[in-house]
């Protein structure tokens, strides 16, 4: 069982790599590029939607790709039913389910519902309502960052219990 726990845990960082990596890339690389490229807040919107609805596929199988190898992996630190409460390791480990399933909520309302509403409105030509809009997105999203960061924390400080 060794080799199909190295391969798993493998799999479950090499997404979180693309996950969360791409996640920074987006707001630390693109968007602040995007002003470079065009001053054209109409197609600047439009190139970075198609960006990011690319990048979103990636997501969505890595996302998925996570959660079943997270729930395997989850195996190691529990002997049985009762340590998710019982050990620190268990509730170190609730909390990664916690914070895990507020940051895949918010990412997909964010993503699902403003950035189609976001990308609609730049077709329209109405740039006021779209940086209305993206005021609140970017605080959702910036909200996620955060809580890979924890998430990522919380992951490694599992190696200890």
Not at 10 to 23: E, K, L, N, P
Not at 35 to 64: N, P, S
Not at 65 to 70: I, K, N, Q, R, S
Not at 146 to 154: D, G, K, P, T
Request: charged share 15%; proline share 1%.
């Amino acid at each position: 069982m060794l080799i199909v726990d190295i391969i798993v845990l493998w799999i479950h960082i090499f997404c979180a790599i693309i996950f969360v990596g791409g996640s920074f890339f987006m707001w630390l690389v693109l968007w602040p590029a995007s002003f470079k490229v065009t001053q054209d807040e109409r197609e600047r919107t439009l190139m970075v939607g198609r960006v990011a609805k690319r990048f979103a596929y990636f997501t969505h199988v890595t996302i998925a790709t996570l959660v079943v190898t997270g729930i395997y992996n989850a195996t190691w630190y529990l002997g049985g039913n009762y340590d998710l409460l019982a050990t620190e390791g268990g509730r170190i480990l609730l909390a990664k389910v916690i914070l895990v399933g507020i940051m895949i909520f918010v990412i997909y309302f964010n993503n699902i519902y403003h950035g189609r509403k976001i990308t609609r409105l730049a077709r329209e030509g109405k740039i006021q309502e779209v940086q209305r809009i993206r005021r609140y997105t970017h605080v959702m999203s910036y909200f996620s960052l955060a809580l890979m960061v924890a998430i990522i924390f919380l992951a490694t400080s599992l190696q200890f219990f």
